[in-house]
């Protein structure tokens, strides 16, 4: 036997049953939850552990990622909603009704990650309108980086059910 040959029969290059597909799923969501509008949580527990400098830090760097999130928003948002959705639907349309398995496997990591967009610029707006003390920014970030972990949490869930049938359902003999 050809060594490729052994390797792709022991080494499955569909996506729902290749490592590499899981160890990026993992890797995005644990992105998305670390980085909070842009923030690294350890600063956010930095500066409500030591306060000072931290606390400094911390609003600067918010407030800096926010006015580039809604300056974006300003001026290509209907652009940016416009195309997002229209390579959702055309992704999804090849996924689901031409039945590729790679579309389907970049539709359930790219429509939860959409999802998580519009919850960071929810939270941008919310953030520049209210102007929150540091207390009440950091519980801001942390209830946002809440709902991105529940959400990759779900996610993940979703993704492996599905990745499971479709495994089972290529299986010979089922």
Sequence with gaps: MDLTQTLFEVIDMRSFSNLWFWIMLALIWSAASHRVLGVPFDMVVRARRFGGQS???????????????????????SWLIGV??????????LAFWYDI????????????????????FATARRIAVERPEVEALCR???????????LG?????????????????????F
Excluded: C, K
């Excluded at 400094?56 to 999130?69: F, G, H, P």
């Excluded at 997002?84 to 349309?93: E, I, K």
């Design 140 to 150: 801001h970030l942390a209830r946002h980086r809440f709902w991105v972990q529940l």
């Design 101 to 120: 398995e790679f579309a389907q496997a970049v539709v359930l990591i790219l429509l939860p990650l959409s999802i998580v967009a519009a919850m960071s």
């Design 55 to 77: 606390e400094r830090d911390l609003i600067d760097m918010v407030r800096i990622n926010i006015n580039r999130m809604l300056h974006l928003g300003h001026v290509a948002g």
């Design 153 to 173: 949490m779900v996610s993940i869930f979703v993704t492996a059910m599905y990745g499971m049938y479709q495994n089972l359902s290529v299986a010979p003999g």
């Design 84 to 93: 997002t959705t229209f390579g959702l639907s055309s992704l999804s349309l």
